[in-house]
């Protein structure tokens, strides 16, 4: 709390007075953080025809990896930290973190969905396993490219994830 008042020039008792402890400070700066996770997924893949489905799955891949390398102080994301330290003892990060996921994970199936409509993925792929996959790699992406990993390698994970989802069998002309 000291650091907190020192950078913004509020005193410890008015960041008190407004947050009530060092718990209810973390868990509004983690909420707004997951929120913004959620409102940038959105962003990028919302809106637009079916037509436009792949490119703006193609489009947050890529956001996703060029952001984790632009990072190259690691310090990582706060969601991914706080989850992996926190939800196992503390419910709201817990609550939080299900929450931002599951939300990740229905903007991703909204737009497997809009790929199998335009005809860009298969239609006998299950679409929520396959949005279930790109969550994981795309979280996945940031905890590789804060390890150290190079950013072409980072980038390729993309799209290699990409490159995976099933595309519909060529149809015979008969």
Not at 2 to 10: F, K, M, P, V
Not at 104 to 121: E, F, V, Y
Not at 139 to 144: L, Q, S
């Amino acid at each position: 709390m000291d650091q907190i008042a020192a950078t913004t020039g509020l005193g410890k008792g008015s960041l008190y007075g407004a947050f009530g402890d060092k718990s209810a400070l973390f868990h509004r700066v983690f909420d707004e953080w997951a929120a913004a996770i959620v409102e940038q997924a959105a962003l990028r893949l919302t809106g637009g025809s079916d037509k436009e489905a792949f490119a703006r799955l193609s489009a947050y891949a890529h956001f996703v990896a060029e952001n984790t390398c632009e990072d190259t102080d690691r310090r990582g994301c706060l969601l991914a930290k706080g989850t992996a330290e926190l939800a196992q003892h503390d419910p709201v990060v817990a609550r939080r973190s299900a929450e931002t996921m599951n939300a990740l994970l229905a903007l991703l199936h909204t737009q497997i969905l809009a790929c199998q409509r335009h005809g860009d993925i298969d239609n006998n792929a299950d679409p929520q396993q396959l949005a279930a996959l790109l969550l994981a790699v795309l979280r996945g992406i940031e905890a590789v490219g804060k390890a150290g990993v190079d950013p072409k390698t980072v980038t390729g994970i993309a799209d290699s994830a990409l490159a995976v989802l099933p595309r519909p069998a060529p149809s015979s002309a008969q």
